[in-house]
């Protein structure tokens, strides 16, 4: 059965710096990330063994299910967080998704102003998310709220900013904003722009 791996760091813990400090990426990767993919392989593992012993009772299976769907989506948006981010980041996308922005989201800095505010305000812990919605071939801004709660609906994110308190709290304290303001000065447009490209199929 295939399982899980955490994914290597693209840079160094430190070269995301001053933006976002080494101690907090290191325990954000090394400890938090590993965590959901441990937790993810574990719960398959249960799952598959209530499968064979026929111990599939609702309660049970709930249970692991949401737990299950919790670790691995944790695995997912870190692993495209990590990407998402560069020591060389900053800037604004060109190209087609600086087009599909203009199109769907009002401009650039429209769209900066909601996903910062998505990302400041989401109520507890979770996510700012821009995804590509398939439905309506459009992007859109999102709340994902701990790792999973609304993204059964199929979109797929783009451009993912961790507002868990893990990601910033060491550094920024409760002022959750500074944190996300920095975050533009990392994006890294060429991995979100690729993964337009797939989403979309441009």
Known sequence: MGTYALPD???????????????????????HHAAYVKGANDTLEQIAEAREKDQLAPARL?????????NLSGHVLHSIFWQNLSPDG?????????????????GFEAFKKQLTTATASVQGSGWGVLAWEPLGKRLIVEQ????HGN???GATPL??????????????????????????DLVNWTDVSARYAEAAGV
Request: glycine share 8%; net charge negative; hydrophobic share 40%.
């Open 9 to 31: 760091m693209p840079y160094d813990y430190s070269a995301l710096e001053p933006a976002i400090t080494g101690e907090i990426l290191e325990l954000h990767h090394a400890k």
């Open 144 to 147: 994902v709220y701990d790792h």
């Open 159 to 184: 451009l993912v900013f961790d507002a868990w308190e893990h990601a910033y709290y060491l550094q920024y304290k409760n002022v959750r904003p500074d944190y996300v303001t920095k975050l533009w």
């Open 90 to 106: 900053g800037d604004r996308p060109d190209g087609a998704p600086a087009t599909a922005i203009d199109e769907h989201l009002g």
């Open 151 to 153: 993204v059964g609906h």
């Open 62 to 70: 709930v249970g692991l299910e949401k737990t299950f769907a919790f």
